[in-house]
């Protein structure tokens, strides 16, 4: 009788250690962005986000973990992405993130690329706890 | 999950099937290096149409394994690319640099053949 | 007399707020079929959703009593908001109005109320407790289902105008494997993404080998759509086709130069007419100056 959306509080966490787990991670993401009602363009830009992120986990910190949640903030819905690991951190966090127009500046990080696809972007780094990148997609 | 290659004349053609993980990639690239040898290909076809993501280290793969084909002697055109895809490719800073595209089999052999008939008309 | 109103009210003080609405939440589904028939023969006679049938109404009141009694149960409001989304989806394109959502919402709201006072009408005490539970909540789903309705009709009209959006800006395939896309005006991103989609789309649909961009029209650019634009240029590029600029005026080149675009490796022609017979040429079309053509058909006339 109650209609409670399923996917209003809809979370996951994918431990990634190892690369099969990028693949795990981004398939998931996507399928939950679909369920949410983003395009399949949009969906391909969670995705490929999630899959550069996790991919940072392997290979800077050996292990971590993706947590994709749905979010809403009244009047539209997203998706958050965390990806989270207790690596030995990002030295020069600006460095890390200045996108120019060549797609060599980032470190080799792939985060200005993510940057400039998602609506927020939220980066803590460092030696002790390790790298904390949130990202947030707003649905059109 | 291995990837299909076929064999057409002078060409090779990889499929790729969807969730392709690091490691499939890489074994394609020593599987084609290996079969461009036997067989004296003139080309490689990669389709990469089931592909619903292109990261940044695949797109590296793609661009290693046509560095590397080119060594051996033959073209790589990568064909396939989705429409979503392209757009998150460029988004993310992406490039199949160097690399020849082309949109789907047909035109990738086609461009083949151009290329061909081209190299030839220069000897 | 006094020490039992003593007792009633000290009684009344424990029972919570929680407790209460769970009480009436309890009562509104155990009357349910009565109250919903109540509210359905008030809402014909109000003559609201005239554009709705009395078999329909009577469907749809089902499941609005239930998400109402729902949202009244657990105190959220979510899902209410998402299901008053997806009615309105329903219904606006039947014509039903905003003041016709927000009228059947508040007529339950009353059928509900009258059904409560029905019921702890021997005890004032007990019946402003219900009530301090239920005005509230039954505000808040009033608001939360008209905020629904207009919601989904804003993004109904939002879809409207990017439909007219898309009609004016049209990817023309003016030949075999060549496209032509003529942007005019001003592009903000969210436009600027549009096109990019559709071209994208457009060289897959018309196997395209070669697109011809005209900004000619385009006034000015600031550097985000300048990206915009150079990513087009590459995402086509994945796609097998060359992109030719054309109609580049001096500030827009400049623009690009400043986001650090190497314009010599972009494909730029001066206007729209040199862009297509540039196209042509990378296509293998023989192009014929026209004063050619003429000759040769009126030599063949004389010939006749």
């Given at each position: 009788m109650t209609e409670q959306n399923p996917l209003d509080d809809a979370e996951f966490c994918v431990p990634v250690a190892s690369v099969n787990d990028i693949v795990t991670a981004r398939m998931q993401g996507r399928v939950l962005a679909e369920q949410l009602g983003f395009s399949t363009g949009e969906a391909t830009l969670v995705a490929t986000a999630i899959s550069e992120l996790a991919r940072n986990i392997v290979q800077y910190a050996g292990s971590g973990d993706i947590i994709v949640r749905s979010v809403t903030n009244g009047t539209k819905r997203g998706i958050v992405v965390v990806a989270r690991d207790r690596g030995p951190g990002i030295g020069d966090l600006k460095l890390a993130v200045r996108s120019g127009y060549s797609t060599s500046g980032g470190l080799g990080l792939g985060l200005p690329g993510v940057r400039r696809i998602v609506d927020d972007f939220q980066i803590v780094s460092d030696r002790q706890a390790g790298t904390t990148v949130t990202v947030t997609k707003w649905r059109s | 999950m291995s990837v299909p290659i076929l064999k057409q004349a002078q060409y090779l053609i990889a499929t790729i099937q969807s969730a392709l993980s690091d490691e499939d990639l890489l074994a394609l690239q020593t599987a084609l290096v290996e079969k461009v040898g036997k067989y004296r290909s003139r080309g490689v076809i990669v389709d990469v149409t089931a592909l619903d993501v292109l990261d940044s280290f695949a797109s590296r793969t793609l661009r290693d394994i046509a560095h590397i084909i080119r060594l051996r002697g033959a073209e790589t055109v990568i064909v396939g690319v989705q429409p979503e895809v392209a757009f998150a490719m460029v988004q993310l800073g992406i490039t199949l640099e160097k690399v020849s595209t082309a949109l789907d089999l047909e035109e990738g052999l086609a461009y083949l053949d151009k290329r061909l008939q081209h190299a030839r008309a220069e000897h | 007399m006094k020490s039992m109103l003593e007792r009633e009210v000290a009684?009344?003080?424990?029972?919570?707020?929680?407790?209460?609405?769970?009480?009436?939440?309890?009562?509104?589904?155990?009357?349910?079929?009565?109250?919903?028939?109540?509210?359905?023969?008030?809402?014909?006679?109000?003559?609201?959703?005239?554009?709705?049938?009395?078999?329909?109404?009577?469907?749809?009141?089902?499941?609005?009593?239930?998400?109402?009694?729902?949202?009244?149960?657990?105190?959220?409001?979510?899902?209410?908001?998402?299901?008053?989304?997806?009615?309105?989806?329903?219904?606006?394109?039947?014509?039903?109005?905003?003041?016709?959502?927000?009228?059947?919402?508040?007529?339950?709201?009353?059928?509900?109320?009258?059904?409560?006072?029905?019921?702890?009408?021997?005890?004032?005490?007990?019946?402003?407790?219900?009530?301090?539970?239920?005005?509230?909540?039954?505000?808040?789903?009033?608001?939360?289902?008209?905020?629904?309705?207009?919601?989904?009709?804003?993004?109904?009209?939002?879809?409207?105008?990017?439909?007219?959006?898309?009609?004016?800006?049209?990817?023309?395939?003016?030949?075999?494997?060549?496209?032509?896309?003529?942007?005019?005006?001003v592009i903000d991103p969210q436009r600027a993404r549009q096109l990019t989609e559709q071209l994208l789309h457009g060289i897959r649909a018309n196997r395209a080998r070669v697109v011809v961009i005209d900004i000619t029209g385009v006034a000015a650019m600031d550097s985000h759509v300048a990206n915009h634009l150079v990513q087009t240029v590459e995402a086509s590029r994945l796609l097998g086709a060359t992109v030719i600029v054309t109609g580049l005026s001096p500030e827009i080149a400049q623009t690009l130069v400043k986001i650090g675009v190497d314009l010599g490796k972009m494909n730029t022609v001066g206007d729209l007419q040199g862009g297509i017979e540039e196209a042509e040429r990378l296509l293998g079309y023989k192009v014929v100056p026209t004063q050619e053509v003429q000759s040769q058909i009126s030599g063949f006339r004389e010939e006749s």
């Open positions: - | - | 009684l009344s003080d424990d029972v919570s707020t929680a407790e209460l609405l769970r009480e009436l939440v309890e009562h509104l589904r155990q009357h349910r079929t009565e109250l919903r028939e109540e509210w359905a023969r008030r809402i014909t006679e109000a003559k609201v959703l005239t554009a709705m049938t009395d078999a329909e109404i009577f469907a749809e009141a089902t499941s609005v009593y239930d998400n109402y009694v729902a949202a009244l149960a657990t105190g959220t409001f979510e899902a209410l908001q998402t299901y008053s989304r997806n009615l309105s989806e329903r219904i606006i394109p039947r014509g039903v109005e905003t003041h016709e959502v927000v009228g059947i919402v508040l007529l339950l709201r009353d059928v509900l109320a009258r059904s409560l006072f029905a019921k702890y009408q021997t005890d004032f005490q007990v019946l402003n407790r219900i009530l301090d539970a239920y005005e509230p909540a039954a505000n808040r789903i009033a608001n939360t289902v008209a905020v629904g309705f207009v919601q989904e009709r804003e993004r109904i009209i939002r879809q409207q105008q990017e439909a007219i959006r898309e009609l004016s800006t049209p990817v023309l395939q003016v030949r075999e494997r060549l496209l032509i896309l003529p942007i005019i005006g």
